[in-house]
């Protein structure tokens, strides 16, 4: 069975500071991995995806993620946090053909001044 | 810019009515998802559809809702009776399945239902 586990329901950091969010997942086959933002009262929108090829993937706004496999992770990361950034932030896995998506239960960012 | 639609947007209703939640997937796109999202279980898949077939409907309650796809423009979401314990944000999400390194999911912008 797969699941993804996102450590941290809440993060906090400040304003120019690292940003990183953490996504561990459990797949038996190789995974398909996606980031996913919502801003409150939307819906997701896709960050950035991982099917195949190089490990580190980029996204849009700046967040980049890396797929380690050795480690079943797939953690989100942005250089230097934006107020614009806070959000809610979800990872998720497929794992055959386009076939279910597994969420993980998301992390809120919160961006302080 | 091809988005999801999702009507309407917000439902407030009383618990025993029916409740019909309606989607656009984006044209062309040959997969859709039914989604809600609450505070206590996070998002939960409903239900999902390729080529207007259900694939699975597992996470559906069978006794009160029902998904179906009328045509490919068109999905719907029924729930019937309501229940206090449905009050969520339903999202419907669209894909177009071309193999191996395209999948992606697009959401629409949900429909906030609170049922009294």
């Known amino acids: 069975a797969q699941s993804v586990t996102q450590l941290g329901s809440h993060v906090s950091v400040s304003e120019g500071a690292l940003v990183l969010l953490r996504c561990n997942y459990s797949?038996?086959?190789?995974?398909?991995l996606f980031w996913y933002v919502q801003y409150p009262n939307q819906g997701l929108q896709l960050l950035l995806k991982y099917t195949t090829g190089a490990t580190l993937v980029k996204g849009i706004n700046g967040f980049e993620a890396e797929f380690k496999k050795s480690e079943t992770s797939f953690h989100l990361t942005k250089p230097s946090a934006h107020m614009s950034d806070a959000a809610e932030y979800f990872c998720a896995v497929s794992v055959d053909n386009f076939n279910k998506f597994y969420f993980g239960s998301g992390t809120k960012l919160n961006v302080k001044p | 810019d091809a988005r999801v639609t999702q009507t309407p947007r917000d439902k407030v209703t009383e618990m025993g009515q029916e409740v019909t939640m309606r989607c656009q997937p984006i044209?062309?796109?040959?997969?859709v998802f039914w989604y809600r999202q609450t505070m206590m279980q996070g998002l939960e898949l409903l239900a999902y559809f390729r080529n207007r077939a259900p694939l699975d409907d597992s996470g559906m309650p069978k006794d009160r809702f029902s998904a179906e796809m009328p045509d490919a423009t068109l999905a719907t979401l029924k729930i019937q009776p309501s229940e206090p314990r449905d009050s969520a944000v339903y999202f419907c999400?669209?894909?177009?399945?071309?193999?191996?390194?395209?999948?992606?999911?697009?959401f629409g912008p949900g429909t906030r239902l609170t049922v009294t």
């Open positions: 797949s038996s086959v190789p995974p398909y």
């Open positions: 999400a669209s894909g177009l399945d071309r193999g191996l390194s395209s999948y992606e999911q697009y």
């Open positions: 044209l062309g796109h040959n997969t």
